[in-house]
């Protein structure tokens, strides 16, 4: 028996449209993400538990973690014995975090590990995004990589093995805000618009080019400068009560950057210090996130997908 944990992460990562994502790690030391425990059984049985599991259908055909372990079986490894699979859902459906890639990302992983089938890194992914596009509507991968691999992952068929890892600044923070409704993915795309204009094009090749190249070359001040969302942003966030006041407040507490983690509703912040993450933190508390919501002060997961020690799992949202 042993448990996977799969992090949290943030799609776009502003500047990067369905290519670029970073893996999420808790200063406080907690986990942000969904976790899977396998183990041999006499017969094939899948529970789904946790926090928000009581969001996800009641019937295991349903769940996206059992159309993994069913796939898996018939098409990857059909030799394996019988396990128990169970999904520990500790991140919120429709929340902007990659939800449905932690989900599948640590069915995969458990079941890849358990069966030693030994899939290369290419065939995890393609694998993950396959089922991942069944929730988020399309097949991309900015939250299936940095949620894998870990850190923040410049993604995409172009590139070899389907990600590269970038280097950023270790000082910078990410406050990240779960306002406490969710907002459907689909739905979430739908209001994009169909087409873009050259002009807007080229601008968005020229910004997120220069952002990675800017990581590349440790000039992090310059890549803190340019990030801007101008492709999904304008029109997603008039979906999100409460962003507009966020998106003038934090930069006047000394936050750097700021958007819509994902397809949103959950926000980002990007500090180099942590005594701005902290009152960023603070203000969204008090006037972002209800009851049901919460904020994380976070820095890079840079272990991505991973077996837990002794089966620790403190996972919060």
Not at 37 to 56: M, P, T
Not at 102 to 131: G, R, Y
Not at 146 to 172: E, F, M
Request: proline share 5%; with cysteine; hydrophobic share 45%.
């Amino acid at each position: 028996m042993f448990e996977v944990y799969a992090p949290a992460s943030i799609g776009n990562f502003s500047v990067g449209f369905d290519a670029l994502g970073a893996a999420l790690a808790p200063i406080d030391g907690c986990l942000l993400g969904d976790v899977v425990r396998i183990e041999a059984a006499d017969e094939e049985s899948f529970v789904c538990s946790g926090q928000y599991a009581a969001k996800l259908p009641s019937a295991a055909q349903e769940n996206l973690a059992y159309q993994c372990l069913m796939h898996f079986r018939q098409h990857v490894a059909p030799e394996m014995p019988p396990v128990r699979l169970e999904l520990k859902k500790n991140l919120p459906i429709g929340s902007g975090l990659g939800s449905s890639a932690c989900s599948v990302v640590a069915t995969f992983a458990a079941l890849d590990k358990f069966a030693n089938t030994q899939l290369s890194q290419v065939q995890l992914i393609e694998l993950m995004a396959d089922f991942e596009a069944i929730v988020s509507g399309g097949r991309h991968y900015d939250n299936i990589s940095p949620c894998y691999l870990g850190g923040l992952q410049l993604t995409g068929d172009l590139i070899p093995n389907k990600s590269i890892s970038l280097p950023v600044n270790p000082d910078w923070y990410y406050v990240v805000a779960f306002p406490g409704f969710s907002l459907n993915t689909a739905k979430a795309r739908s209001v994009l618009p169909k087409e873009i204009s050259l002009h807007d094009s080229v601008e968005f090749a020229q910004r997120l080019s220069a952002f990675t190249s800017f990581l590349l070359t440790g000039q992090y001040e310059l890549a803190l400068s340019i990030m801007a969302d101008h492709i999904a942003e304008p029109h997603r966030a008039v979906l999100i009560d409460g962003f507009a006041e966020a998106k003038v407040a934090l930069p006047e507490l000394g936050a750097k950057a700021m958007s819509i983690s994902g397809a949103g509703p959950t926000l980002f912040a990007v500090c180099t210090d942590l005594v701005t993450a902290e009152q960023c933190a603070d203000w969204l508390a008090q006037n972002y996130i209800n009851d049901q919501g919460f904020c994380h002060i976070c820095q890079l997961d840079n272990l991505g997908t991973r077996v837990l020690e002794n089966g620790a799992n403190n996972v919060t949202a």
